[in-house]
Antibody, heavy 121, light 107 residues
Framework: EVQLVESGGGFVQPGRSLRLSCAAS????????MHWVRQPPGKGLEWVSGISYNSGSIAYADSVKGRFAISRDNAKNSLYLQMNSLRPEDTALYYC??????????????WGKGTTVTVSS | DIQMTQSPFSLSASVGDRVTITCRAS??????LNWYQQKPGKAPKVLIY???GLQSGVPSRFSGSGSGTDFTLTISSLQTEDSATYYCQQSYSTPQTFGQGTKVEIK
């Protein structure tokens, strides 16, 4: 069974950092691009970042560019999101998601359950 | 960035009704348009990919159409389990963007 399990969320003060992890199983991780998508409480979905199968292509939403960094470790079947200089508007449920292709231009076929990040003083 | 605009924001319809949700892109995205369904407390689930491709396991009452800037998601005969929020998403260029969502309620 294909599974994505996020971890690393929590409560953090503005300006601090947090690192999210996503453990993948049930598929050949290095055959697929991956994404992070977030959803603020009671609001819609926002694409955060995408990474190709071999980390050769990476892209970010304008709202996180320069503050967040996506990475993957194919040997560990894991995806990461390093979040720096966090702001209250980064408060959201963060989903790890698997694309259906090697690049992130196809569609998201599998989603994790999400990990919650709360940024507040 | 490409803006995705969905309409309506919400709708209420009866079981058996035909329901149509539209999504408009601020510039041409060819057929790089996907539709997702999200139920409360759950992760989204893909229904339609590449504008008109039906994801495996999704009931055939769901269909998608369109290309360029205008797209449509149709539920041919609304069922109670279709109560959810529906999002369109463009994967044509980065940053990828979602529509604001359409909440579908059952009368």
């Amino acid at each position: 069974e294909v599974q994505l399990v996020e971890s690393g969320g929590g409560f953090v003060q503005p300006g601090r950092s947090l690192r999210l992890s996503c453990a993948a199983s049930g598929f050949t991780f290095d055959d697929y691009a991956m994404h992070w998508v977030r959803q603020p409480p009671g609001k819609g979905l926002e694409w955060v970042s995408g990474i190709s199968y071999n980390s050769g292509s990476i892209a970010y939403a304008d709202s996180v560019k320069g503050r967040f960094a996506i990475s993957r470790d194919n040997a560990k079947n894991s995806l990461y999101l390093q979040m720096n200089s966090l702001r209250p508007e980064d408060t959201a449920l963060y989903y790890c998601a698997k694309d259906t292709g090697v690049q992130y231009y196809y569609y998201i076929g599998v989603w994790g359950k999400g990990t919650t990040v709360t940024v507040s003083s | 960035d490409i803006q995705m605009t969905q309409s309506p924001f919400s709708l209420s319809a009866s079981v058996g009704d035909r329901v149509t949700i539209t999504c408009r892109a601020s510039q041409s995205i060819s057929s790089y348009l996907n539709w997702y369904q999200q139920k409360p407390g759950k992760a989204p689930k893909v229904l339609i990919y590449a504008a008109s491709g039906l994801q495996s396991g999704v009931p055939s009452r769901f269909s998608g159409s369109g290309s360029g800037t205008d797209f449509t998601l149709t539920i041919s005969s609304l069922q109670t389990e279709d109560s959810a929020t529906y999002y369109c998403q463009q994967s044509y260029s980065t940053p990828q963007t979602f529509g604001q969502g359409t909440k579908v309620e059952i009368k």
